[in-house]
């Protein structure tokens, strides 16, 4: 795809206009060679803020009132602006996160998949869950009026863009998408590590803000010190949710702004995770050596910069287990590092790492070599055994980047008891066959209460993008562990149930009139009632 001739300006866009910001400026760098790159972007100050957040709460209800066709039309148009903008957003992306050309087109694709994915959910129509109860005037002992549910938008919602998905959790990623189909205006804060990629696809949507004739406060986009602008924005008055993606820390201190507002509103944050993998004795039957392989290119995708990156495997204490770690050892000195998204990345990720290596008991089972760039440590596994796992919390600490640690257990009983221990996940992988369906019976019920998807005989990075996947957990995997950030279900996150009482027919919206004009399906008197 040619690459069209586009000019950064380094200002945030608020309400269809370019701003340039009172408060500094900030540039984002090559994590390759940490040389800052232009231009820089100005970091707007508290009141051009509230510029954003009221023109979002003046486009509320015209935007939540939206014909279907021309909502979902408006998703798609995003898409196809994305992809008109050709290479200038992958290339910006590749210069600003050192992420792969191969790794980001397949992020630009998902970004735009995610958005028609989410048009079609607004055409169907279903997440709008009408219920219809229908009076009952002869009931007795009293009668039963006419009551009618339906889901509409909370109202503005500020999202945060993530350092590692630098579009498909970004600008127009997830929280975005959802968002805007649920019917709520967005004011997007950019993460300031890739700041030139949120200013094109920002401008994507703004474009087609404009050409579908919405009011200009359906979208901004915005720059600015976390620490005074990301909490300014999450306790502003005008906003009605927060979608997040990032760190424990950084996290927990938004919901607890969000908590502590006069009108407290729910935070939807992605945070902390290190998604345990489980190997039982049917699984080490095969080449253990390809199963290695897979393993370590699991932990060292995309830098181990992924939330979905195996950062346990539990791994039997037998002849075949000893023959896996030995394989695990040689593909992990196999590895080359990889360029890290930033150079507090890398550092943090180089502290962790050695804190970890650092703990008694603990020893490194394979060590690649450092990559031929800045911010490109060597990925490294580590070992242990099940008492040290349960007696050191140390050992049980996100480390975020390409390392992992692989823990011996002797039985199925000690297994369970090591999962038990475990906080909440993003993902929890089993490798077996079907003659250890009797130990994994056993440690299933842990894992239902502990991660947000179990899957088998793969690996947990690579999310797909659908109806039923569920990409959250309890805490400190997500905020609220009833929601998924990917998948048609994000939409719930960001819509409430209202229910209208012997409503004059003449008053009821579409939704809920006896005609089901929209065609939708629904529950009427507890039974599903397909459309048409």
């Not at 869950?129 to 229908?134: A, F, T």
């Amino acid at each position: 795809m040619p690459t069209q001739n586009i000019t950064l300006t380094g200002r945030s866009l608020i309400a269809g206009a370019s701003v340039t910001g009172n408060g500094g400026t900030v540039n984002g760098f090559d994590p390759a060679t940490n040389e800052p790159l232009e231009p820089a972007y100005s970091l707007i100050d508290a009141d051009q803020l509230t510029a954003a957040t009221a023109a979002a709460g003046e486009a509320f209800d015209s935007f939540r009132a939206l014909e279907p066709q021309t909502h979902a039309a408006f998703l798609e148009r995003i898409a196809e602006n994305i992809e008109a903008a050709g290479d200038a957003i992958v290339e910006r992306a590749m210069a600003e996160t050192g992420l792969p050309e191969a790794r980001l087109v397949g992020e630009r694709g998902r970004t735009c998949n995610q958005l028609r994915l989410f048009a079609g959910v607004v055409r169907a129509g279903n997440h709008r869950g009408v219920r219809v109860d229908p009076a009952l005037p002869d009931r007795k002992p009293l009668p039963r009026p006419d009551i009618r549910q339906r889901k509409i938008p909370l109202g503005p919602v500020a999202v945060f863009g993530a350092s590692n998905f630098p579009l498909a959790f970004s600008t127009a990623g997830g929280d975005t998408a959802s968002a805007l189909a649920a019917g709520c205006p967005v004011v997007f804060k950019a993460h300031n590590a890739h700041p030139g990629t949120s200013e094109l696809v920002g401008a994507a949507i703004t474009s087609a803000v404009a050409e579908f004739d919405l009011h200009p406060g359906v979208f901004s986009l915005i720059y600015g010190p976390g620490s005074t602008i990301g909490q300014a924005l999450a306790t502003d008055p005008a906003i009605k949710a927060v979608g997040f993606t990032g760190s424990r820390g950084a996290g927990t201190s938004l919901m607890q702004a969000a908590a502590a507002r006069p009108e407290p509103i729910p935070v939807y944050a992605e945070m902390s995770s290190i998604n345990p993998v489980f190997f039982f004795d049917g699984a080490l039957t095969g080449d253990l050596d390809a199963l290695a392989t897979a393993y370590l290119g699991s932990v060292t995708g995309s830098s181990g910069q992924l939330c979905t990156s195996p950062g346990l495997v539990f791994v039997p204490s037998s002849a075949a287990g000893d023959a896996l770690v030995e394989a695990i050892g040689r593909a992990a000195a196999a590895q080359a590092g990889q360029t890290m998204l930033t150079r507090g990345i890398a550092e943090s990720w180089t502290a962790g790492a050695d804190a970890l290596g650092a703990q008694a008991g603990v020893e490194v089972i394979g060590r690649g070599v450092a990559g031929g760039t800045a911010n490109a440590p060597a990925p490294v596994v580590y070992g242990t055994d099940t008492p040290t796992f349960l007696s050191n919390p140390v050992l049980h600490e996100e480390i975020f980047g390409a390392a992992s640690l692989v823990i011996r257990y002797a039985d199925a009983t000690e297994l369970v008891a090591a999962a038990e221990r475990l906080e909440g996940q993003l993902t929890a992988t089993l490798h077996l066959t079907d003659a250890d369906h009797a130990p994994a019976s056993a440690l299933l019920p842990v894992l239902e209460r502990k991660a947000g998807r179990i899957l088998a005989n793969g690996w947990p990075t690579g999310v797909d993008v659908g109806h039923a996947m569920v990409h959250g957990g309890p805490f400190p995997a997500t905020s609220d562990s009833r929601t998924t950030s990917v998948g048609s279900l994000a939409i719930d996150r960001f819509l409430r149930p209202v229910a209208y009482q012997n409503l004059p027919a003449a008053l009821l919206p579409e939704d809920l009139q006896e005609s089901n004009p929209r065609g939708l399906t629904r529950q009427v008197d507890g039974r599903v009632t397909l459309a048409g």
